[in-house]
């Protein structure tokens, strides 16, 4: 059974602490995603990598870096938690797209997510 | 960038009638994948379409991805309360590379029994 975890499913940060978000995928998957979920915003890519060390930003990066030292494991981190950033993160891991001109894409499997609150 | 606009918002809906939410691009695309979330849940993949005019069904539920390829639907017939959640519909994104996805903002589907 594939299967993505998250470090925690509850977090409490006071504002300015630096935080990390943990996310482990034993599918072997080469991409990687971190996203956040707001109500009325849905999901908003904010970094993702295709490889060990390699990252991309996504749609809303600022406040947010990201670490992949492991195929397995991609970590969120905020280094200066602000109440803004108050909300649910998700993980999720996909294949590699790979071939030029191929019209599918590979689904995404995502975490259970974490829900973060920064006061 | 590219956007993908997903209608309704919410839908409530009576036990055992129909349900359908619709998602717009602003442009072209090679494919769309459809998930849902279960409250407190996280999205689950249901289906991806790929060709222009395609039609897809899983027991009650069918999808449609439009001619033109700029449009697709959700169709739930006779809703039943394990329907409940949001459904998300997603377009290969500009944001994330070549593997990344644009998800719609999603339609929450409210069932009164």
């Known amino acids: 059974d594939v299967k993505v975890t998250q470090s925690s499913r509850y977090l409490v940060k006071r504002t300015g602490e630096k935080v990390f978000l943990e996310c482990v995928q034993d599918?072997?998957?080469?991409?990687m995603f971190w996203y956040r979920q707001d109500p009325g915003l849905g999901l908003r890519l904010i970094y993702f990598?295709?490889?060990?060390?390699?990252?991309e930003k996504g749609d809303i990066p600022e406040g947010y870096s990201v670490s992949r030292e492991k195929k397995e494991r991609f970590s969120l981190i905020l280094e200066s938690a602000s109440t803004n950033q108050t909300s649910m993160y998700l993980c999720?891991?996909?294949?590699?797209?790979?071939?030029?001109?191929?019209?599918?894409?590979?689904?995404?499997?995502f975490g259970p997510g974490t829900r973060l609150t920064v006061t | 960038g590219q956007q993908v606009m997903q209608i309704p918002q919410y839908q409530h809906v009576q036990e055992g009638e129909d349900f359908t939410t619709y998602c717009n691009s602003s442009?072209?695309?090679?494919?769309i994948q459809w998930y849902k979330q279960r409250p407190g849940g996280h999205p689950v993949f249901l289906i991806q379409l790929v060709k222009s005019g395609e039609v897809k069904k899983q027991k009650r539920l069918t999808f449609q991805f439009g001619e033109a390829k700029k449009n697709s639907s959700l169709h739930i017939t006779a809703t039943q309360t394990t329907d409940v959640g949001t459904y998300f519909c997603?377009?290969?994104?500009?944001?994330?590379?070549?593997?990344?996805?644009?998800f719609g903002k999603g339609t929450h589907l409210i069932i009164q029994p």
């Open positions: 990598s295709y490889d060990v060390k390699m990252k």
């Open positions: 442009t072209t695309l090679s494919n």
């Open positions: 997603a377009g290969p994104g500009t944001g994330g590379g070549a593997d990344g996805l644009t």
């Open positions: 599918m072997d998957h080469e991409n």
């Open positions: 999720a891991s996909s294949l590699l797209k790979g071939l030029a001109g191929t019209s599918s894409s590979y689904e995404q499997y």
